[in-house]
């Protein structure tokens, strides 16, 4: 069993940063792909990033890429979201999640992964 709490939400005006953190609990967190994803008020929730077991690998989803950085640091059991120019549409909960499948890193369907969190909120004010 693996749980995840994230941590970093808050309120940011456009064009700021913020770095969500993700700890992680059980001895296997470094065999898992971990991913980030956000859900908007009345919307799906949505793939942010994924990264491998062993932070090799990293995927975003078009609408963050160059903006958006995942990280994993496996001594600590956590996966990190670096957010930079951040914009209002940014706004949403923020949840990570872990997958079993340790190269799941570019799966978007959340359906693929097992363990989640309980989730950050994130306001980007204009």
């Known amino acids: 069993q693996v749980q995840l709490v994230e941590s970093g939400g808050g309120l940011v005006q456009a064009g700021g940063s913020l770095r969500l953190s993700c700890a992680a609990s059980g001895r296997t967190f470094s065999s898992y792909a971990m991913g980030w994803f956000r859900q908007a008020p009345g919307k799906e929730r949505e793939f942010v990033a994924g990264i491998n077991w062993n932070g090799a690998r990293t995927y975003y989803t078009d609408s963050v890429k160059g903006r958006f950085f995942i990280s994993r640091d496996s001594a600590q059991n956590t996966v990190h979201l670096q957010m930079n120019s951040l914009k209002p549409e940014d706004t949403a909960v923020y949840y990570c999640?872990?997958?079993?499948?340790?190269?799941?890193?570019?799966?978007?369907?959340?359906?693929?992964?097992?363990?989640w969190g309980q989730g950050t909120q994130v306001t980007v004010s204009s």
């Open positions: 999640a872990a997958s079993t499948y340790s190269d799941n890193y570019n799966n978007a369907r959340p359906g693929a992964y097992n363990y």
